[in-house]
């Protein structure tokens, strides 16, 4: 079983940053994709950003120029730096995994267990 998990969250002030890290681990051959999403009160779970095994990002336009996706493939570890952070901000972020585990030609998707965004109004 792969596992994720996120750390990193808790409560900022407006303008203030925060670096969120997701470490993967267990019988991991392939990892691919890894991402973050967020899901804040009443809305819809939304993409973050993402970043492929070969290092090719992308963002969504809410948070472009504020935030940036990095990863350590030999940790297994995918990081999201947020700057500027707003109270539109406020949410569960979510670290997400594309994955082949030992055994297992599939990819599957992995989820961690969120780690909660919160900024103050």
């Known amino acids: 079983q792969v596992q994720l998990v996120e750390s990193g969250g808790g409560l900022v002030q407006p303008g203030g940053s925060l670096r969120l890290s997701c470490a993967a681990s267990?019988?991991?051959?392939?990892?691919?994709?890894m991402g973050w999403y967020r899901q804040a009160q009443g809305k819809q779970r939304e993409l973050v950003a993402t970043?492929?095994?070969?290092?090719?990002?992308t963002y969504a336009d809410s948070v472009k120029g504020r935030f940036s996706i990095s990863r350590d493939n030999a940790k297994n570890t995918v990081y999201l730096q947020m700057n500027g952070l707003n109270a539109e901000d406020t949410a569960v972020y979510y670290c997400?995994?594309?994955?082949?585990?030992?055994?297992?030609?599939?990819?599957?998707?992995?989820w961690g267990q969120g780690t909660q965004v919160t900024v103050s109004s």
């Open positions: 997400n995994a594309k994955a082949t585990r030992s055994g297992s030609f599939r990819l599957s998707d992995y």
């Open positions: 267990g019988s991991i051959v392939f990892m691919n994709a």
């Open positions: 970043i492929s095994n070969g290092g090719t990002t």
